[in-house]
Every structure is written in structure tokens, then in C-alpha cells.
């Protein structure tokens, strides 16, 4: 056995004593709302298909349609032979919606922030390594996408926009090209950057704005358009709201051109295959219909919320479909996972280091999929472990 797969051993036996060890479980999913484990049925508050579109039947004729006349994969990057006409009609939805001159798309949220940054970060293109000023809690993959430009992330604290104002005033003198990034919606905690404030500081200091609009895409904002309409560079992805799988960008023509030239994840990778574009163009077509869907998930979150905090639980700053349930320790936010899975409700712990240390919590989702009489049963839940297996019904 070489030395490096004794390492990989002793991590995971780390992992094991911290509480920490992460394992991948079997699920099956028969619709938008329910999940099976082995045996048993939950109601799954634990997905991000938010308006509950994996299972739409515009979704799906569109994806199957697309795959029976273009087939199941696009045989290439978009470079090369993957460029399907198909592209061109679906970016022309994304940079309407989100109200910009251009899209492009992307293989998923991950890749994109990951390559996305790295080519706008580029110091060689620049010609200086550039002021990267990033909430703390950024998404992995945004961090991701800083380090692989070589960039050192300036870290302002959580929304923090006093924090992030004092330190752009530190670097006034700095002529290095800067950057501001942020999700619009957190999605550990639900809450929704200061996004107004926080241009008005990219304005007022030079600096190009770029926002994660993943989890408000489709679900917040007028006809689900997200909230990003004042961001320089927009990143989000069709895996949340929009049901399906991939993600886009919308920035200027230029900014589309040059990442057509330098983003290492569009440029290496494989295109997006039919299915998932179908199901992509088909969701675009639907989001702005779909304010009563927006409208029950809403109230279904400050339902939840209102009853939650009765309840004593801390739901922290969520202000939209996520909310979380600060649990503190690993094994508080375990138990209450545990506790609620004995009576029909999945709901993930979610630990560090996805969350800051001390803050492991229940990460709760509604989506349109579910009813009232989910959420109150989920709130009977938290505080009567002995009730009996919720009906599914
Ligand atoms: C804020 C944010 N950005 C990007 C991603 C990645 O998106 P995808 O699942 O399409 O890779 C996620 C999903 O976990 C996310 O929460």
C-alpha cells in the first residue's frame, strides 16, 4: 500500500472521531416532495428544487423530445462540435430574464464559479494580481475559483458591509484592478446580501461586482428573474429552482467573448447533453409564470419560521425558502436530524466545514411541493420526539 493511501486512512479515521465523517446514502425519489431511504418514506425538506419542477411534465416532454432528436449526449466541447443550435435560443432566455446584454452556459454552479473566477482573476491578463474583497461565508466553489487564479480573497465578514466599506477605503490608493463577490441568497443561511449597498461601494470604488444569484434564481425576485439586476457578472445555476441540472453566467459581450477564449471550464469541458437543455429551455419558459408557486413557498418558509422561533429554535437571518436551525455542536445538529427522520421528516445536518465551527444546523428548504400540513407537522416534530411516522398521503 503506498504512504499517501495510508494518509487518506488516517483522514477519514479523523473525520470518524470529530463527528465529521461524511457518507454517501442510497435515495430514491418518486416525486417532488417525498424520498424513500431502504424502507421508509420521508417528506424531503432537504432539496433544492424549490418550485418543485424535477418532475413537470413541460420539463419533461421538452427534455425527451431534445434527446430523441439530438441524443442523450452533444458529443463535444462547445468549441468544437457541441455547439448545438439549441444554445444560442437558451442564452437568449437567460440574458432576458436576468436582464443583461449576454449569457453563456455553463456544465453546473460548481464548474462555473471555479473557472469563471480563475479567468477573470487572471493576473497575466490584468496585468496585476487583482483586490478580490469576498463575503466570509462564500460558497466553496467561489473560494474555489479565487484560489485557483493564485488570488488571496480579502474577507469581509458575513453582509457585512461596513466591514467591507473600511476595507475598500484601505486599498483607495490601490490602483490593482478589484472585485467584489457575493451570493445574493446564502445557501447555509438563508439570509440575502445588502446587494443595494454593496453596488453602490463597487460604484463608488471601481470595482466589478459579481454575484452568485444561485439560490434566488428562479424562485425570488420579479418573475423569478433572482436578485442580482445590479451585478457587473452574474453566475447561477439551473440545478436549484430551475429543476434540472447545468448553469449559466450574464455579463457584457465582451465579457462573454473573452470567456469563450479563457474560461478553462467552458473550454475543456464537454457541452451540456440535450436532455438537460431541454428541461433547461422548458423551466426558462415557466418561471415567470409561476408567482403563486413563488408566493406559497414564501409563506410556507415564514410559516415555518414564525413556528420555529416560538418553538425557541434559532433560524439565524433567513429570510427566504432556507432556513436553518443553528443546532451549535455536530452531535445536537445530528440528534435533531435523527429525531426527525424517526417520524417521517429528512432533514440534513449540515457541519463544518460547509458551516463555521460551532454553528452545525438542520438546513431546512420548502419548496412548492410541499403543503401546509407538512410544515406544521415538521413543527410538531421539533418538539415532540415521541410523535408517531407522519402519513404521506
Ligand atoms: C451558492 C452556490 N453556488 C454554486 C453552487 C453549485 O451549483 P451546482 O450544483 O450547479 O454545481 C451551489 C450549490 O451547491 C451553491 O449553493
Not at 10 to 19: M, P, Q, V
Not at 98 to 122: E, H
Not at 267 to 295: F, H, M, N, Q
Request: charged share 20%; with cysteine; hydrophobic share 45%.
Amino acid at each position: 500500500m503506498p504512504g499517501s493511501e495510508r494518509s487518506y486512512g488516517a483522514y477519514l479515521a479523523a473525520r470518524d472521531h470529530e463527528g465529521l465523517r461524511r457518507a454517501l446514502t442510497s435515495i430514491e425519489a418518486p416525486d417532488a416532495r417525498t424520498i424513500r431511504i431502504g424502507d421508509e418514506a420521508y417528506i424531503n425538506f432537504a432539496s433544492n428544487d424549490y418550485l418543485g419542477l424535477r418532475f413537470h411534465p413541460a420539463l419533461l416532454t421538452r427534455a425527451e423530445a431534445w434527446t430523441e432528436r439530438y441524443g442523450v449526449g452533444s458529443g463535444a466541447s462547445r468549441l468544437v462540435t457541441g455547439n448545438f443550435d439549441l444554445f444560442a435560443g437558451i442564452e437568449s432566455k437567460v440574458a432576458a430574464l436576468k436582464q443583461k446584454p449576454a449569457a453563456l452556459i455553463m456544465a453546473s454552479g460548481f464548474q462555473a464559479n471555479a473557472s469563471v473566477l480563475q479567468a477573470l482573476l487572471d493576473r497575466s491578463v490584468l496585468g496585476a494580481e487583482p483586490l478580490v474583497f469576498s463575503d466570509r461565508l462564500n460558497h466553496a466553489s467561489i473560494h474555489f475559483g479565487c484560489a485557483a487564479s493564485g488570488t488571496r480573497e480579502l474577507r469581509y465578514r458575513h453582509c457585512d458591509v461596513t466591514h467591507l466599506d473600511a476595507l475598500l477605503h484601505q486599498h483607495r490608493g490601490d490602483a490593482r484592478p478589484k472585485f467584489i463577490v457575493t451570493e445574493s441568497v446564502f445557501s447555509m443561511d438563508g439570509d440575502v446580501a445588502p446587494l443595494a449597498e454593496i453596488d453602490r461601494l463597487a460604484h463608488e470604488h471601481d470595482t466589478m461586482l459579481i454575484v452568485d444569484d444561485a439560490h434566488a434564481t428562479g424562485i425570488l425576485g420579479e418573475g423569478g428573474r433572482g436578485l442580482s439586476v445590479e451585478a457587473d457578472v452574474v453566475v447561477g445555476t439551473f440545478s436549484k429552482a430551475l429543476g434540472s441540472f447545468g448553469a449559466y453566467v450574464t455579463c457584457s459581450a465582451t465579457l462573454r467573448e473573452y470567456l469563450i477564449n479563457r474560461c478553462s471550464g467552458l473550454i475543456y469541458s464537454t457541452a451540456l447533453p440535450p436532455p438537460a437543455l431541454g428541461a433547461i429551455d422548458a423551466a426558462l419558459d415557466l418561471v415567470p409564470s409561476l408567482d403563486a408557486e413563488r408566493a406559497h413557498v414564501k409563506d410556507l418558509a415564514e410559516r415555518f419560521r414564525l413556528g420555529a422561533k416560538e418553538r425557541g429554535f434559532d433560524t439565524g437571518a433567513s429570510m427566504t425558502q432556507i432556513v436553518p436551525i443553528i443546532a451549535g455542536g455536530n452531535s445536537a445538529a445530528l440528534t435533531l436530524s435523527k429525531r426527525l427522520r424517526g417520524v417521517g421528516y429528512f432533514a440534513m445536518a449540515i457541519r463544518p466545514p460547509t458551516v463555521p465551527a460551532e454553528t452545525a444546523r438542520l438546513r431546512l428548504a420548502f419548496t412548492a411541493a410541499h403543503t401546509e400540513a407538512d410544515v406544521d407537522g415538521l413543527l410538531s416534530a421539533l418538539d415532540a420526539p415521541a410523535l408517531p411516522r407522519c402519513a404521506l398521503g
